[in-house]
T-cell receptor, first 108, second 113 residues
């Protein structure tokens, strides 16, 4: 069993749609990260969460510590949002667990 | 935000040769850096944690004699793939932590012929 499970694995959406990517984890966490990886390979850290909710532009990340679940939402999706989104759990002490990623394609 | 660079961005080598990949923190000091590898259409796999001035901590199943890590300064960690073989072909990525935020290098694509 993976320590971090993401769903869906693949997602295709029409431009403008509201998108949700889910992440469930089974380990104790110090923080949870949402990462974005573009086709060229570069990875950007979108959010670091330890509780509650964060918003940055059209992106919203939430976490429920009791349920061990986090979601990444993209409002008014755009083709430039097409990327792989990875959930990473920081257990603390430099121990990280990565989800398998969600490949998002937004069609114009 | 903090910038992490990697060099080279891609490398092709013959089987049996050794390849060194550099990871630099450009505008901050990083006592800890992380090395990952990523196979096509798969997520990141943490290989090791690189600690400045001390030995790296390797994840289970990663051969420390195969993947040599040196973190000689607060801004530079190197990963050397020794006696590379085609199965070592992969995308290698480093990251550094600033507080709790992770900053990633752009990655190095290694192809071993």
């Amino acid at each position: 069993k993976n320590e971090v499970e993401q769903s869906p694995q693949n997602l295709t959406a029409q431009e403008g749609e509201f998108i949700t990517i889910n992440c469930s984890y089974s380990v104790g966490i110090s923080a949870l990260h949402w990462l974005q990886q573009h086709p060229g390979g570069g990875i950007v850290s979108l959010f670091m969460l330890s509780s509650g909710k964060k918003k940055h532009g059209r992106l919203i990340a939430t976490i429920n510590i009791q349920e061990k679940h986090s979601s990444l939402h993209i409002t008014a999706s755009h083709p430039r949002d097409s990327a792989v989104y990875i959930c990473a759990v920081d257990e603390g002490g430099n121990q990280f667990y990565f989800g398998t990623g969600t490949s998002l394609t937004v069609i114009p | 935000g903090a910038v992490v660079s990697q060099h080279p961005s891609w490398v092709i080598c013959k089987s049996g040769t050794s390849v060194k990949i550099e990871c630099r923190s450009l505008d901050f000091q990083a006592t800890t850096m992380f090395w990952y590898r990523q196979f096509p259409k798969q997520s990141l796999m943490l290989m090791a944690t690189s600690n400045e001035g001390s030995k790296a901590t390797y994840e289970q199943g990663v051969e420390k004699d195969k993947f040599l890590i040196n973190h000689a300064s607060l801004t530079l960690s190197t990963l050397t793939v020794t006696s590379a073989h085609p199965e070592d072909s992969s995308f290698y990525i480093c990251s550094a932590r600033v507080g709790r935020t992770l900053f990633f290098g752009p990655g190095t694509r290694l192809t071993v012929l």
